[in-house]
């Protein structure tokens, strides 16, 4: 648990302004959490800019590197550049309390701020979804394939009325 204070940013002796803070990130980050992640071999720089304030804190973190994964169609290990931006408002409180996505309240006596947690969601959240090997992107034969069994846009018809109501409100319309 201690590697994990790695990630702590001590505000406490900062003046106001802005300070610039680097981490590196890499396989031994994401093992601090025993999830199970999606990609492997993560070579990754979080660039943290802490604007500090006399009542708040705001971090703007910006994660960027290379990460590898396996293609779901090919089953190919490729090499994936990611990259996220984050901003978080840290304001001063009682308790801690992250109920909000962008406002964490931290108690007014702690000194110092983790931004594990906030480094590995924003690194998770850049993963893409559906994982293609550049040569499964580029291929135009499986880019037919995934054509053929996708689903369609299927364009709704007006619906045609049946000629007979047709003459009928014709009628209505002449009385």
């Given at each position: ?9 001590a ?50 973190i ?38 909000d ?27 893409p ?29 007006k ?17």
């Open positions: 648990m201690d590697r994990i204070r790695n990630y702590d940013v505000f406490l002796g900062l003046k106001p302004g802005k300070h610039d803070f680097i981490f590196e990130i890499d396989q031994e980050f994401f093992d601090l959490f025993e999830t199970e992640q999606e990609f492997f071999n993560p070579k990754i720089n979080a660039n943290v800019l802490l604007d500090k304030h006399t009542t708040f804190l705001e971090f703007f910006n994660v960027s590197g290379t990460v590898q994964l396996i293609c779901d169609i090919s089953n190919d290990e490729f090499s994936e550049n990611i990259e996220n931006d984050l901003k978080i408002l840290v304001k001063f409180g009682e308790e801690y309390d992250d109920s996505e962008d406002v964490i309240t931290i108690n007014k006596k702690d000194g110092e701020f983790n931004l594990a947690n906030l480094i590995y969601e924003a690194v998770v959240l850049s993963i979804m559906k994982k293609l090997a550049p040569s499964v992107r580029d291929n135009d034969e499986y880019q037919k394939i995934l054509d053929q069994y996708s689903p369609k846009i299927v364009e709704e018809e619906e045609s009325t049946d000629p007979r109501w047709e003459a009928l409100k014709k009628l209505k319309d002449n009385n």
